[in-house]
C-alpha cells in the first residue's frame, strides 16, 4: 500500500508526557496514539509491523512443529493467586468483582499470559508414567 493511502498521523515535537524515548519515537512516527492512561491504540502502521512479525513467528512454529494458541485477557483470580501474581501485581493488576447469588467472583486483566497457558497446558497433558 502507498503511504499517502495510509493513515500515518506523524508529530513534528517530541511528546512532553513520553519518557521513554521508544515511547516518544513511536508516537512522533505514527505507529500509537494514547487513549487514556496507559491505553494506547495501534494506528495502521503499528498493526503492519506487528501482523508482518506474527508471520515470521508463524513460519518458525512451523519449521518446528509448534502451535499457536490465544489465551483470553481477563482471567479469573484464583489462576493469580496460584501462580502468586494476584498480591505481587498489587495495584498495578485491574482487578474486577461480581457477586452473584451470594457468591463472589473475581477477575484480574492479564498483562501478561504465562499462567494461563500454564493452567491450559498442565490441564490438558496425560502423564505416560504408571
Not at 506523524?10 to 494514547?34: C, F, K, N, W
Not at 506487528?50 to 508471520?55: L, Q, R, V, Y
Request: glycine share 4%.
Amino acid at each position: 500500500m502507498k503511504q499517502s493511502k495510509m493513515l500515518i498521523p506523524t508529530l513534528r515535537e517530541m511528546p512532553s508526557d513520553a519518557q521513554v524515548i521508544s515511547h516518544a519515537l513511536m508516537l512522533r512516527a505514527g505507529y500509537v496514539r494514547q487513549v487514556s492512561a496507559g491505553v494506547y491504540s495501534y494506528l495502521p502502521l503499528a498493526n503492519r509491523v506487528i501482523e508482518k512479525a506474527k508471520k515470521i513467528m508463524r513460519q518458525e512454529f512451523d519449521k518446528i512443529g509448534a502451535v499457536e494458541m490465544l489465551a483470553p485477557a481477563l482471567l479469573s483470580a484464583d489462576l493469580w493467586r496460584e501462580s502468586g501474581r494476584y498480591e505481587t501485581y498489587g495495584e498495578d493488576l485491574y482487578k474486577l468483582k461480581k457477586t452473584v447469588r451470594s457468591q463472589t467472583l473475581s477477575w484480574g486483566l492479564l498483562t501478561k499470559k504465562p499462567s494461563q497457558l500454564l493452567s491450559v497446558i498442565l490441564s490438558s497433558l496425560t502423564s505416560n508414567c504408571h
